[in-house]
């Protein structure tokens, strides 16, 4: 018997997403100058206020409220009528300096033995529904706010678009757990007053249909696009009214939405977020190289659907396990336990080597902030930098942990060449 799953995602524009973008812009500042700066930011964002706390160890200076406004200002938040702009919003910080705990069990006199950030347990999740290996329910919800937010930004067509935004995608998926078609789809879109509510929700359902998702449809693969029929049902501002949004209308805290930052609620979650964590804190590094992990196994042809977990204790370099579950649809003889020991043997999971392979001491993690942490586009770009008083430019790495690097070398292991 087929089945319906669900994903949601939501925009830039969304309390809890504007709080991440502000941790992961403050930690890419500390480390714009410091590469060994230790951070975990939380924000906090309500009608006309930022609160910025946490704790940090670094020898950078950061100006927070000059970060904070500039995400804000970015996401869309400009005018005094959102009841919170990034010029007049108040700012507090509250950062203090690192607990010297916790410090002295990830700083090691050998970088190679530096210890996990803390305990818990990171989960990484590929399947081979989408041309990036992610569920297509949370593929198609990232899509549709991305272009939602683009045609804001254009300014051409829905001119009353405001950032805060939410969207949902159901497929209907086969006997042979293959996705069969879209069978629903929900957008709710902030926007201006309008002087009738019934002409108002008629004049956003229309565009959502005639403008919005002609441009989803344009962005996804053939064997994607066929899905996307016109049976499906569409529900836009289902409440009628969403005048009220963004942190006026709900307060954001950094880490709320952890499971659209994922995997949509496929595969699993650990339950530690990721913005505004250095990559010291595991929940954060082995989330990402879990995700390589499971990606590059289901590339190289292991199974067509892979969930790896990865646990550490404070303090301590080495994982305490590794875990592989192919559910059922793998394509060679070894069972999930000696798949999971091959993994241990290709992949060195100690934090600072994570760290190495990935070029995480780097500011590349705003941009993770907004419409997922994986399945995005790996590239090359370069980044200005601010170290020991100089100022330089340098080429880094994004998203690296989306590359399908270990490929080869997993064929090589299993002997699939």
């Known amino acids: ?20 973008q502000i941790s992961d812009a403050i930690l890419d500042e500390f480390l714009r100058q410091d590469e060994h700066a230790k951070v975990a930011c939380e924000t906090l964002v309500t009608t006309g206020l930022a609160v910025v706390s946490g704790e940090v160890r670094s020898t950078a200076y950061v100006d927070v409220q000059n970060v904070t406004r500039g995400v804000i200002n970015k996401i869309g938040y400009t005018k005094t009528d959102y009841m919170f702009d990034g010029n007049s919003c108040g700012v507090l910080s509250a950062i203090h ?15 190679e033995e530096q210890g996990a950030g803390d305990q818990g347990m990171m989960f990484g999740y590929a399947c081979n529904e989408t041309d990036d290996y992610m569920p297509l329910s949370l593929v198609l ?37 293959a996705p ?17 509510e019934k002409a108002m929700q008629q004049v956003i359902k229309n565009d959502v249909m005639e403008v919005l998702l ?12 066929g899905l996307l029929k016109n049976d499906y049902i569409l529900h836009v501002n289902p409440t009628g009214k969403f005048v009220i949004g963004g942190p006026h209308g709900d307060t954001g805290l950094t ?48 199974s067509d659907e892979v969930l790896v977990q990865v646990a550490y204790a404070i303090g301590i370099a080495k994982p305490v396990s590794i875990y592989v579950n192919t559910y059922g649809k793998k394509h060679i003889k070894l069972p999930d336990g000696k798949i999971a020991e091959k993994v241990a043997q290709l992949f060195d999971l100690r934090p600072a080597k994570i760290v190495e392979r990935f070029g995480l001491t780097y500011p590349i993690f705003e941009e993770t902030a907004a419409y997922g942490h994986f399945g995005r586009d790996y590239c090359k770009k370069k980044v200005e930098l601010f170290r020991n008083g100089k100022k330089q430019v340098k080429e880094v790495e994004f998203f690296a942990w989306e590359k399908l690097d270990y490929v080869d070398k997993i064929r090589k292991e299993f002997k699939l060449d």
């Open 141 to 177: 919800s990232h899509i549709i706010l991305q272009e939602l937010a683009a045609i804001r930004r254009e300014g051409k067509k829905m001119k009353y678009l405001r950032p805060d935004a939410k969207s949902q995608v159901t497929i209907e998926y086969n006997d042979n757990n």
């Open 214 to 225: 002609p441009r989803v449809k344009k962005r996804l693969p053939k064997r994607v696009r």
């Open 255 to 302: 880490g709320r939405k952890i499971i659209v930052d994922s995997y949509g609620g496929k595969g699993a979650h650990g339950g530690g977020a990721f913005s505004g964590k250095d990559s010291s804190k595991v929940d954060r590094s082995a989330a990402y190289a879990a995700r390589h992990i499971a990606k590059n196994l289901v590339a190289a042809g292991i």
């Open 1 to 20: 018997m087929g089945y319906l799953f669900t994903s949601e995602s939501v925009s830039e524009g969304h309390p809890d997403k504007v709080a991440d």
């Open 180 to 196: 069969e078609r879209v069978h629903a789809i929900v957008v709710s879109t902030q926007h201006d007053d309008f002087d009738a």
């Open 97 to 111: 300096e690192q607990s010297p705990d916790i410090n002295q069990g990830v700083v090691k006199k050998k970088a």
